[in-house]
């Protein structure tokens, strides 16, 4: 960490660290078009990435499996590791950093201390509250009281991932922890929810990317969310989608539509009630996402995911589409329509006719009489 008012830009860290001009430029530009600014505002966010000193951040760790650090250092926009690594000035974190101790705990004390406002607050995991929050202490402090304690003089938090934002695994029935997302513990900052198991590196990188670039919080939806990387579904989006219009349908994991590739909705895919970017940016290196891995979406960035029902149970509120049909079958529909409506019209006729009958001979016999 440099002295207070000097630290470097990105562009100077990455030039450091032998990152070309080129390179620099093809980032800017990828996570421009990630954060959806039109080809004119690529210029600012190579001025910012230029002239504006890294975002210090402190990076906390609560109840989590560590796998959205996983996600963000592999990054895949271009040369992962040096970019996503130097965009910020990662001062502390608890998996991360190389210092342990009193050290450590002094880094956090004086980015508190001389950057009041100035520094995010990423939180990756949740805190427990049952019992005192005992379940989770760092440094003998509870991660309740460090949490609430670094908060007090961020600029804003980052819940990184689900546990962070919605509780996850750790806050699911029956919840023997008392496990909490920072939205519930902290109330006097805005809080940018950024969930999934793990989230998506480039949504990470992105949301950084926004705060540094334009010197405010993105625009969130009603659960915090950044609409730029959560205002779809994954459903709106999925490849797969053009077999769910036409009703085609995987049934079972080995039959002839899983191996066309059809549509997993039958098979508990929650890809239309998920908001998020897999189907965007997809994984590793854009290679692939579950869905393209022939696995339905288990609805990971949604609330309460782990008690949403069983993975494999298929949702009840989505309708289905018509089904699709040949040009034989959509004959053959005719056809039986066609059918239908000729036996009507003969039974209406058929009624008219016995009546007519009834009527001829009603007034025969009352001209007999």
């Not at 830009?9 to 996570?31: A, I």
């Not at 100035?118 to 760092?138: M, S």
């Not at 805005?190 to 999934?196: E, K, M, Q, T, Y």
């Not at 990188?205 to 915090?224: A, M, N, Q, S, W």
Request: charged share 20%.
């Amino acid at each position: 960490m440099g002295e207070k008012g000097k630290w470097p830009t990105t562009y100077e860290v990455l030039s450091s660290h032998g990152v070309s001009r080129r390179d620099f430029l093809r980032f800017c530009t990828v996570t421009a078009a990630a954060l959806g600014l039109p080809a004119s505002q690529v210029a600012r966010v190579v001025e910012a990435l230029e002239t504006k000193p890294r975002l210090p951040v402190i990076w906390l760790h609560g109840l989590e499996c560590t796998c959205c650090s996983e996600s963000f250092i592999r990054s895949s926009h271009p040369i992962a590791a040096d970019i996503v690594l130097n965009m910020i000035s990662l001062d502390y974190d608890d998996t991360l950093q190389a210092a342990a101790g009193h050290q450590v705990e002094e880094i956090r004390e004086r980015i508190m201390r001389e950057y009041p406002g100035r520094y995010v607050l990423a939180v990756e995991g949740n805190a427990p509250t049952k019992d005192g929050g005992i379940y989770c202490t760092v440094a003998g402090k509870t991660f309740l009281e460090i949490l609430q304690e670094t908060a007090k003089g961020a600029m804003a938090v980052i819940a990184w991932g689900s546990c962070a934002s919605n509780g996850c695994v750790q806050a699911a029935k029956p919840n023997p922890t008392g496990a909490k997302p920072v939205h519930e513990l902290i109330k006097d900052k805005p809080v940018i929810n950024v969930p999934g198991c793990p989230p998506i590196a480039e949504v990470m990188t992105g949301v950084l990317t926004y705060i540094l670039t334009f010197d405010r919080l993105p625009e969130l939806d009603r659960f915090g969310r950044p609409k730029m990387f959560y205002g779809q579904r994954i459903h709106d989006k999925c490849y797969r989608r053009a077999f769910f219009d036409a009703g085609q349908f995987v049934e079972s994991w080995d039959d002839e539509g899983a191996r066309k590739g059809w549509c997993l909705y039958k098979m508990g895919c929650r890809g239309p009630m998920t908001y998020n970017s897999c189907s965007t940016f997809k994984w590793n290196n854009g290679v692939s996402f579950p869905i393209g891995s022939g696995h339905g979406c288990i609805g990971c960035s949604e609330a309460n995911f782990w008690d949403n029902g069983p993975f494999y149970e298929r949702l009840t509120a989505v309708p289905l589409p018509g089904v699709e049909a040949t040009a034989d079958e959509i004959g053959k529909t005719v056809a039986v329509a066609a059918g239908v409506g000729v036996a009507a019209h003969f039974a209406s006729f058929a009624v008219k006719r016995i009546a007519q009958i009834r009527k001829e001979r009603a007034q025969a016999a009352s001209k007999e009489e």
